[in-house]
């Protein structure tokens, strides 16, 4: 009897980091849902500070986008109303459990701009029957990020996050619209997991989510991070 070759895996994503040729590892990617109040009404919920929650992506979703490069990303199978959703992504150089909110901007490599990529329908799917949302979230590519931008502080609150679809603006919100800061996701977050170096946290979407088609490109654009394209294929 002939086992089956042991398999060997590619290893993990790594991103760029601004004006560095270092390349950061990618552990796990954590995305904490309905973080913008305006988008969570739009997603028809009352978002006065309920409790945050949190999903989480598989490493296939992780797609390093560089600078300047207009990366394609797989249209998924399985859907047929695929949302973008503009985000910006923190990258954890440091994790720990039970970090307290006063020390979590300690954990903080730097900031990306990101996008959680949504199966719309499948999420509606999933919320409605009570199940996981993996098939709505954690599509192959659907988390482009792009390079990091080392940073010690939190983001200006009056940055700007848009996101641009074929050159038309579909998202505009600024950061400081967030209703969870960051230190408040790494410090929750790490109560339920011992959070560890590579680790990248996906903050929310602001308003303004809406479907996208194969043959579009997406340009998230984040004041303080590089922008990042893609182009759905
Ligand atoms: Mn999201």
């Known amino acids: 009897m002939h086992a089956p070759a042991i398999p060997v895996l590619e290893p993990r994503p790594t991103l ?7 390349r950061f590892p990618v552990r796990r990617a954590f995305c ?18 309920e409790p945050p929650f949190f999903f989480m992506k598989g490493a296939e979703a992780i797609v390093p986008v ?3 490069i207009e990366t394609p990303i797989a249209y998924p199978p399985g859907t047929s109303d695929y949302h973008h959703e503009a985000e910006l992504v923190v990258a954890l150089a440091r994790g720990g459990r039970d970090i307290p909110e006063a020390q979590a901007m300690a954990c903080v490599f730097g900031y990306a701009a990101g996008l959680d990529m949504t199966r719309r329908d499948r999420q509606a799917e999933a919320k409605t029957l009570g199940r996981p ?27 700007r996050i848009r996101l641009f679809v074929d050159g038309s603006a579909r998202q ?4 400081g619209a967030m209703i969870w800061s960051i230190p408040e996701q790494i410090a929750i977050l790490s109560r339920f997991f011992e959070l560890k170096p590579g680790d ?18 997406i340009r998230v654009e984040i004041d303080g991070v590089t922008p990042i394209a893609v182009r759905l294929v």
């Open 200 to 217: 990248l946290i996906f903050t929310g979407t602001p308003e303004g989510v809406s479907a996208v088609a194969r043959g579009q490109t």
């Open 172 to 175: 505009d919100s600024v950061l």
């Open 16 to 22: 760029a980091v601004a004006e560095s040729t270092a």
């Open 133 to 159: 949302w993996e098939i709505g979230k954690a599509a192959d590519q659907s988390g482009p990020v792009g390079p990091l931008v080392p940073a010690a502080a939190a983001p200006d609150p009056a940055a």
């Open 66 to 68: 560089e600078a300047g």
């Open 32 to 49: 904490i849902g309905r973080n913008y109040a305006a988008h969570a009404r739009e997603m028809g919920h009352d978002p006065d500070r």
